[in-house]
């Protein structure tokens, strides 16, 4: 049950502001990049090889725009109130005194030394020691 809480505390907040417009992506040569070029909107090009090329674009269509997105359920402020509470709380762990911090994510942080006792666990709140670095 533990490692279900974790999981959905630790990934579905995002999807509060998500968006399913995530692009299409695809590898063509120069005859089809021209066409996607003269037929498509925001476009990326990253060239692969001489004639071949990775291109990442979206489909713009208002009334597709309009039709799709009205019931579509987000809330960025509710994922950017988790994002800036899990920062507060990371914080805590950046300002601890003689324990430098070299990186932090949402629920993880790299420290010089190892957490006080009182700090890890397995309860939820808690920090898990996942690996040591020498």
């Given at each position: 049950?533990?490692?279900?809480?974790?999981?959905?505390?630790?990934?579905?907040?995002?999807?509060?502001?998500?968006?399913?417009?995530?692009?299409?992506?695809?590898?063509?040569?120069?005859?089809?990049?021209?066409?996607?070029?003269?037929?498509?909107?925001?476009?990326?090009?990253?060239?692969?090889?001489?004639?071949?090329?990775?291109v990442s674009y979206h489909d713009i269509d208002e009334n597709k725009l309009m039709n799709d997105?009205?019931?579509?359920?987000?809330?960025?402020?509710?994922?950017?109130?988790?994002?800036?509470?899990?920062?507060?709380?990371?914080?805590?762990?950046?300002?601890?005194?003689n324990n430098k911090m070299y990186y932090t994510d949402t629920d993880s942080a790299v420290m010089?030394?190892?957490?006080?006792?009182?700090?890890?666990?397995?309860?939820?709140?808690?920090?898990?020691?996942?690996?040591?670095?020498?």
């Open positions: 049950m533990y490692l279900i809480a974790k999981l959905l505390l630790n990934s579905l907040y995002g999807k509060f502001g998500m968006t399913d417009d995530l692009g299409n992506h695809v590898i063509v040569d120069t005859n089809k990049l021209d066409k996607i070029i003269e037929t498509k909107d925001k476009i990326t090009t990253l060239e692969l090889d001489e004639d071949l090329y990775l997105y009205t019931n579509f359920v987000i809330s960025v402020g509710v994922a950017s109130a988790i994002t800036a509470y899990s920062r507060i709380q990371m914080s805590h762990f950046k300002n601890l005194p010089e030394k190892p957490l006080d006792d009182s700090l890890v666990g397995k309860h939820l709140g808690q920090m898990v020691l996942e690996k040591e670095y020498k």
